[in-house]
């Protein structure tokens, strides 16, 4: 299975914009981009998806270049309330798997 | 809310008792995902299920098994549970147009 590589942990300040890149080995011609975020105690939930260029939606932005070697999730503004787990597992739309990895740590500090 | 629940959601046994674990889902998905969650590791697909009576092993499938007899259920077992399966198992279903994954709250089991 394809892997990827992410920053293990983060801080950042309320406020602060947050960008976090995955590198992506071995993605598949066909394989989407997503990005899950993980509260304690809970299952990951879907934030975003994309296959190339940029896509936004009321949470998150997500930039892919023309390689699609990596991909890096935005966040506007982080409130104490985006301290979570994020994940850039391999796979998406175009796979049946999704690997996910041990995932970025963001920790929200006011 | 893909309609995922998971039973038990607790539960502490023995070594070498077998242990099921149970997902069901009420929304007909197809692909259904069996994941552990371990400090260090992340998150580790263990099995997944694409029809009924159809499965496949995932990166850390050792010492587990899983059936499908119905669409909406998706059994983990673990014939004899060991101590290296203290975890928290999550399920998950696929949605078909999107491929996005729903996740069910997860059973923390451990095992002494």
């Known amino acids: 299975l394809a892997k990827t590589t992410q920053p293990i942990s983060m801080d950042s300040y309320e406020g602060q914009e947050v960008n976090i890149t995955c590198s992506h080995n071995n993605i598949a011609t066909n394989d989407y981009i997503t990005w899950y975020q993980q509260f304690p105690s809970q299952g990951p939930r879907f934030i975003i998806q994309g296959y190339k260029t940029k896509v936004t939606n009321e949470v998150a932005s997500l930039f892919i270049p023309a390689d699609r070697k990596s991909s890096t999730l935005s966040l506007p503004r982080v409130s104490l309330s985006d301290t979570a787990v994020y994940y850039c597992?391999?796979?998406?739309?175009?796979?049946?798997?999704?690997?996910f990895g041990k995932g970025t740590k963001l920790s929200v500090i006011p | 809310d893909a309609g995922i629940t998971q039973s038990p959601r607790h539960k502490v046994t023995e070594t070498g008792t077998p242990v099921t674990l149970r997902c069901h889902q009420t929304e007909n998905h197809r692909y259904m995902y069996w994941y552990r969650q371990d400090p260090g590791h992340g998150l580790r697909l263990i099995h997944y299920s694409y029809g009924v009576k159809d499965t496949d092993k995932g990166e850390v499938s050792d010492g587990y098994s899983v059936s499908r007899s119905k669409t909406e259920d998706f059994l983990l077992t673990l014939e004899s549970a060991t101590s290296s399966q203290t975890s928290v198992y999550f399920c998950?279903?696929?949605?078909?147009?999107?491929?996005?994954?729903?996740f069910g709250e997860g059973s923390r089991l451990t095992v002494l």
């Open positions: 597992p391999t796979g998406g739309a175009g796979s049946y798997q999704l690997t």
């Open positions: 998950a279903v696929r949605d078909r147009d999107t491929g996005e994954l729903f």
